[in-house]
């Protein structure tokens, strides 16, 4: 029987490659060992579904973020642990995420665009630098950086597992997960 809490959306925003779906893995599995409900929203798997008929213009760009916006609404309405990975690149409807969702906590995953580039992990960067995507985050289109995120992590200078440990952190004290216990460690 998992745990009952308030329910959150933590929303991971940033360039393509930053870290944003490794992050939200480790999490996942720190949140479902500490036995709540979770629910992890990818941008690639829903591209993939819900909003396969959607391409990268403002628009599109646009209604994908609204769709899993309101699929995030129901989810931590309803005491579940939402981890939403997408690039969402436009304030505006990072905003009205904050507006709509339960407990919305945006995480900016920051690299700077060389690293992310260096990493290309999907080897986009190569073919959007070469210009052969046009719409591509960071080379051909727009990233508007948050201005006011609840979390910070630079994924270039911290480890893995730091950038996790420190959203953890920011769960707990805000009182939106329990605190660990910690390990008793029997006396000799
Ligand atoms: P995104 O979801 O933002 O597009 P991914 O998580 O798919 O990014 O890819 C990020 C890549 O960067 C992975 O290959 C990951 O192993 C690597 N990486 C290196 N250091 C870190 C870190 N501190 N945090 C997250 N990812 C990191």
Redesign the pocket.
Known sequence: MARNIEGFTLW?T????????????ALEKELRDRDLYVERL???TVRQGLTRDLGFSKEDRDMNIERVTFVAKLLSRNGVAVLA?F?SPYREARENIRKETTNYIEVF?H?PLDV?AD?D??GLYAKAFAGEIPNFTGVSDPYEAPENPEIV????????E??VAKILTYLETHGLIPTQEPVAVPSS
């Open positions: 991971l940033g360039l393509s490659g930053a870290g944003k779906t490794t992050i939200a893995v990818d941008g690639d990975s690039i995953v690299a992310c990493r992990v999907k992590v630079h994924t270039h200078q911290e480890t893995v730091e950038s």
